[in-house]
């Protein structure tokens, strides 16, 4: 399995972003998804999910409404927009699939199977 998360990079806060994350060796259209997302000397925290087929979204709290999460099962790739960017939102980001089809709560990072390696944001002030 991979998720290759790509899209990072060094941007002006009140910019926006679009992360991807390329999916194979696993059922990509019958997994959950979600976005994580690490800061230097932070726990990881969760930034968005995805019911695996996008019917569903759910967002961190200190995400939701500046970024949105999809999904193409038909390309095997998910998606994280992000809008009016932060410094605070500088982080590594990761994608992970979920262990479960209908998890009862997408949050917890135990939860992801697999993840990708990270794509690093950096948000200027």
């Known amino acids: 399995v991979q998720l290759q998360a790509s899209g990072g990079g060094l941007v002006q806060a009140g910019d926006s972003l679009r992360l991807s994350c390329a999916a194979s060796?696993?059922?990509?259209?019958?997994?959950?998804m979600g976005w994580f997302r690490q800061a230097p000397e932070k726990e990881r925290e969760f930034v968005a999910g995805?019911?695996?087929?996008?019917?569903?979204?759910v967002y961190g709290d200190s995400v939701r409404g500046r970024f949105t999460i999809s999904r193409d099962n038909s390309k095997n790739m998910l998606y994280l927009q992000m809008y009016t960017l932060k410094s605070e939102d500088t982080a590594v980001y990761y994608c992970?699939?979920?262990?479960?089809?209908?998890?009862?709560?997408?949050?917890?990072?135990?939860?992801?199977?697999?993840w990708g390696q990270g794509t690093l944001v950096t948000v200027s002030s």
């Open positions: 992970a699939a979920h262990r479960s089809n209908y998890p009862r709560d997408y949050e917890p990072a135990t939860g992801y199977e697999y």
């Open positions: 060796g696993l059922t990509f259209s019958n997994r959950v």
């Open positions: 995805i019911s695996w087929r996008g019917g569903y979204t």
